[in-house]
């Protein structure tokens, strides 16, 4: 969405396609959906000079000459990822080689990201180490017009919680029992959950007081924008909120089996967490309780973060690329 701001900004006259799974999918002002899987996707998907993915482009894609792909990626990694996983087999593994071969350019959030993506995919051509376009937002969006979409009160403390997926059971995604900690937690405030991609399906089985499934929610950088603070667990939200500075709890009640067994991380959390790492849920509730207390304990540890993995985010990352 950022570059495509930005492109429209700089180059009016080139066409801009969006890849949409259904019709009901909105699309930038003045750039123009293709439904995937239809003959005009193929066409376009063939004929278009340069490709923006932020995943993989998959068996189906066969570059042609005249075409670069720009790699955006979805975000700086704790959990490993591609070679770097244990126990990867022979076709995966080459799976991931074929698929990072059809790459002109990648793009990084930071130079930390950059050494794991040269290592994980065994990547040499160039990288863009610009910051995020994505969050370039967080640096002065309209919070209260998001709040007032989503008839949020101005009044309301907002928690975002956005976990990432398990490998064991892909289907299940609120580990915190989001409906019984909000009423716990009472006072005035409003739980946002974001399940990830590959887990929770938009609305099939939330239903609760200040709970507020937002799963379908097209632009996650808004939820960022309006929530006071973010509830993750091992998820790469953590990089693109702490553009923000506002506080990060880590509910990580699976943390030995998920960095021992499932993925492994790329560093030690619990060392350089600009937050409260907890497995209790009662004791998150009593840290989210004192926000102002949390965010004074580790304010050291949050500006470390920061200078580490958004040195480039400063609002005008999509400027730059585009």
Do not use: C
């Given at each position: 969405?950022?570059?495509?701001?930005?492109?429209?900004?700089?180059?009016?006259?080139?066409?801009?396609?969006?890849g949409?799974?259904?019709?009901?999918?909105?699309?930038?002002?003045?750039?123009?959906?293709?439904?995937?899987?239809?003959?005009?996707?193929?066409?376009?998907?063939?004929a278009?000079r340069?490709?923006?993915?932020?995943?993989?482009?998959?068996?189906?894609?066969?570059?042609?000459?005249?075409?670069?792909?720009?790699q955006?990626?979805?975000?700086?990694?704790?959990?490993k990822?591609?070679?770097?996983?244990?126990?990867?087999?022979?076709?995966?593994?080459?799976?991931?080689?074929?698929?990072?071969?059809?790459?002109?350019i990648?793009?990084?959030?930071?130079?930390?990201?950059?050494?794991?993506?040269?290592?994980?995919?065994?990547?040499?051509?160039p990288?863009?180490?610009?910051?995020?376009?994505?969050?370039?937002?967080?640096?002065?969006?309209?919070?209260?017009?998001v709040?007032?979409?989503?008839?949020?009160?101005?009044?309301?403390?907002?928690?975002?919680?956005?976990?990432?997926?398990?490998?064991?059971r892909?289907?299940?995604?609120?580990?915190l029992?989001?409906?019984n900690?909000?009423?716990?937690?009472?006072?005035n405030?409003?739980?946002?959950?974001?399940?990830?991609?590959?887990?929770?399906?938009?609305?099939?089985?939330?239903?609760?007081?200040?709970?507020?499934?937002?799963?379908?929610?097209?632009?996650?950088?808004?939820?960022?924008?309006?929530?006071?603070?973010?509830?993750?667990?091992?998820?790469s939200?953590?990089?693109?909120?702490?553009?923000?500075?506002?506080?990060?709890f880590?509910?990580?009640?699976?943390?030995?089996?998920?960095?021992?067994?499932?993925?492994g991380?790329?560093?030690d959390?619990?060392?350089?967490?600009?937050g409260?790492?907890?497995?209790?849920?009662?004791?998150?509730?009593?840290?989210?309780?004192?926000?102002?207390?949390?965010?004074?304990?580790?304010?050291?540890?949050?500006?470390?973060?920061?200078?580490?993995?958004?040195?480039?985010?400063?609002?005008k990352?999509?400027?730059?690329?585009?």
């Amino acid at each position: 969405l950022a570059l495509d701001r930005a492109l429209a900004i700089a180059r009016p006259d080139i066409p801009r396609y969006w890849g949409v799974r259904d019709a009901s999918v909105s699309v930038p002002e003045g750039s123009i959906a293709v439904l995937e899987g239809s003959e005009e996707w193929w066409r376009v998907r063939g004929a278009v000079r340069l490709i923006v993915i932020n995943d993989w482009l998959r068996n189906r894609y066969r570059k042609r000459r005249h075409q670069k792909v720009l790699q955006t990626w979805h975000g700086t990694m704790l959990k490993k990822l591609a070679l770097s996983r244990s126990g990867l087999r022979l076709r995966p593994a080459l799976a991931t080689l074929r698929e990072r071969a059809r790459w002109n350019i990648l793009l990084s959030q930071n130079r930390y990201a950059t050494r794991i993506f040269r290592r994980a995919y065994l990547y040499s051509g160039p990288v863009w180490e610009e910051g995020y376009p994505r969050d370039d937002s967080l640096l002065g969006g309209d919070a209260a017009a998001v709040r007032a979409k989503l008839g949020i009160a101005d009044d309301a403390r907002v928690l975002l919680y956005a976990p990432t997926w398990r490998d064991d059971r892909p289907d299940h995604v609120d580990h915190l029992d989001v409906s019984n900690f909000t009423e716990r937690l009472g006072g005035n405030y409003v739980t946002l959950i974001r399940g990830h991609s590959r887990t929770l399906q938009p609305g099939t089985d939330l239903y609760a007081g200040g709970v507020v499934d937002v799963t379908s929610y097209p632009d996650v950088s808004e939820l960022f924008l309006i929530a006071d603070a973010l509830i993750t667990d091992y998820s790469s939200v953590m990089f693109d909120f702490s553009v923000t500075g506002k506080p990060i709890f880590f509910f990580t009640p699976d943390l030995d089996r998920y960095r021992e067994v499932l993925r492994g991380f790329y560093f030690d959390l619990i060392a350089v967490a600009p937050g409260p790492v907890v497995r209790d849920p009662d004791e998150l509730i009593e840290m989210i309780r004192n926000l102002n207390g949390a965010g004074e304990r580790y304010a050291k540890k949050y500006a470390a973060w920061r200078a580490r993995f958004n040195p480039r985010d400063d609002g005008k990352a999509a400027e730059r690329i585009s």
